[in-house]
């Protein structure tokens, strides 16, 4: 391993460690100077690397003249093709107007004018081959106008002289254009656009930013550690070229705390963090200084939904089914505020939504009304606010067992796990059923004395439990040893060949999919499979009672 992968490494650890407290809000004059920090670790130490002083943000800097081409294509059926054609040569320019304008050459064909951007050799040679051979008209000389738009001339009568010159015009005179040839553009800050000016401003020994997600009007960053001196100078690049961001800000450190919030750094903007988001067609409103969202998931939550009702297998001698969604039960165990909880709703699902942070209940219940409609009034969706380990043992189960053996019990049983950290480990709330309420167990036996139905053939829990794993150190294995572990079973029960046998708790249909890449090491996975839960003990003797405190639940209806 290089001395450099080692050092970004301890970096990168080291980071984790610290904790952000207070950040000023850059100076809106464009300077971007030094920074107090408060941190706290421990032992006192800075949070974040001091900012580069004498960073500046010059606008000025970025006003430069561009020559540019204008020709002429022919307005027939290949219009499409001859635009795919020359897409290399498109002005890699913003804010630059469209010329819409059309005429006739010399033979009579009509063409419409479009702006090209080709090397300056191109333009200065004298044919342009591949231009051509796409039947487009190209002329070097300079671009007739309608009139000159030259605020500066101090005499109108060199207007003459100076048809015949190239000139230098803003993007907005582009509409003075009538006609095919050179022509000079006079660009600015404004014309720039953000990775271009990222890519000027940024020193080259800083790596590239490789992107960020928005939320609302809020855009969050994950800086590696050589950009964090100029996180303040991106954030007002954001500021500049996104209109609709107000607020820009970074994770200062890793996701540690329980509710699954993390440390945030401000980088250039208001500190405004309640935010509404759209995602599938649905609206989220949450505060991201206190709860946890990722709109990198998006595709994710709407592929979970989709299969909620698409044909699957109940067992593994059936066929494909079809459910209806009335007729699908959806545990959600880590809900945060709802992106898979609500749309399962919408749906027509009976959801059950839970989630330890109470903020992230708040803003669950009104995501919930948020979204309701005459059409989707998600009348079967109850909230709650609780550890998911007791949300399995006094909501999960006890729902589980009082409906599997009812007159006319659901036909699917999906199990939410999205806690990618955590969430294998808390399999094991599945296998010790010992605080199930002793009217479930009851109720539950009366049944069963009276059916003659074979265990196996009780309907499973289908799981989708996310997970990391360290990239080039773990494997698809590591993740089976970790959930056999927290279940308390082999990994024989990974294995087709022995789907027939009887111990449990029992694995079947077993899937490891991936989701997305987190870091350069870590990727996100679903372990997706059916769970055949061990029965209740009916004769046992000491059924402890359920937990004492009471959880905070609401039946949205």
């Not at 850059?26 to 004498?54: H, Q």
């Not at 950009?227 to 209109?243: M, T």
């Not at 709703?345 to 209940?361: E, Q």
Request: aromatic share 8%.
């Amino acid at each position: 391993v290089s001395k450099s992968v080692c050092f970004r490494f301890l970096t990168v650890r080291l980071w984790s460690c610290f904790n952000l407290r207070t950040l000023a809000v850059p100076a809106t004059n464009g300077t971007v100077g030094e920074r107090s920090v408060e941190a706290s670790c421990s032992s006192t130490t800075n949070l974040l690397p001091t900012l580069s002083t004498g960073v500046t943000l010059d606008r000025t800097k970025f006003t430069q003249i561009v020559p540019m081409l204008v020709v002429g294509l022919a307005c027939d059926r290949q219009l499409n093709k001859t635009c795919e054609a020359i897409r290399a040569y498109f002005p890699q320019f913003v804010r630059i107007p469209k010329l819409s304008r059309t005429y006739q050459d010399s033979t009579g064909v009509l063409r419409k004018l479009m702006l090209l951007q080709p090397s300056p050799n191109e333009v200065d040679s004298s044919s342009l081959p591949l231009l051509k051979s796409l039947n487009i008209d190209v002329q070097l000389d300079p671009c007739p106008m309608t009139e000159v738009p030259d605020p500066d001339r101090k005499n109108a009568s060199s207007e003459r002289n100076e048809s015949a010159s190239l000139k230098a015009i803003p993007p907005d005179a582009l509409e003075s254009v009538i006609g095919p040839g050179r022509i000079n553009l006079i660009l600015s800050y404004s014309n720039v656009s953000f990775e271009v000016a990222l890519k000027e401003l940024l020193p080259h020994h800083v790596s590239p930013i490789s992107g960020f997600t928005v939320m609302g009007h809020v855009a969050h960053f994950n800086l590696k550690p050589d950009a964090l001196p100029y996180r303040h100078l991106i954030g007002q690049l954001v500021l500049d070229k996104l209109p609709h961001i107000r607020t820009v800000i970074h994770k200062a450190a890793v996701i540690e705390s329980d509710y699954r919030n993390f440390q945030l750094d401000l980088m250039a903007g208001e500190p405004n963090y309640v935010t509404t988001v759209k995602e599938n067609n649905l609206t989220f409103h949450l505060d991201i200084s206190k709860v946890y969202w990722n709109s990198r998931l998006s595709t994710e939550h709407a592929r979970i939904v989709d299969r909620l009702c698409s044909p699957f297998i109940i067992n593994q001698s059936d066929k494909p089914t079809t459910i209806a969604a009335n007729e699908v039960v959806v545990y959600d165990v880590f809900a945060g505020v709802g992106p898979f909880a609500i749309p399962a709703a919408r749906l027509g699902c009976r959801v059950f939504a839970n989630d330890l942070n109470p903020d992230s209940y708040q803003w669950l219940l009104r995501n919930v009304q948020e979204n309701r409609s005459k059409k989707k009034p998600m009348q079967s969706i109850s909230c709650t606010n609780m550890d998911g380990r007791a949300f399995i043992h006094q909501v999960l189960l006890p729902n589980y067992w009082k409906t599997v053996r009812s007159g006319i019990p659901p036909r699917r049983y999906v199990t939410l796990m999205n806690l990618p950290a955590l969430a294998p480990d808390f399999l094991d709330a599945f296998v010790n059923q010992s605080s199930v309420p002793t009217d479930v167990v009851t109720s539950t036996s009366d049944s069963c004395a009276s059916s003659q139905t074979s265990p196996l053939d009780r309907l499973p829990l289908d799981v989708f439990c996310y997970c990391f794993l360290r990239r080039n150190e773990e494997s698809e294995e590591t993740i089976k040893l970790r959930i056999a572990k927290a279940l308390g079973a082999t990994l024989s029960v990974y294995t087709p060949s022995e789907s027939a046998m009887t111990s449990y708790p029992k694995i079947e249909a077993w899937n490891l999919r991936f989701v997305r890449n987190v870091a350069p090491y870590k990727d996100m996975f679903c372990a997706e499979f059916q769970l055949f839960l061990p029965p209740l003990s009916y004769e046992q003797d000491n059924i402890i009672d359920p937990v004492t405190k009471r959880p905070r639940t609401d039946n949205v209806t």
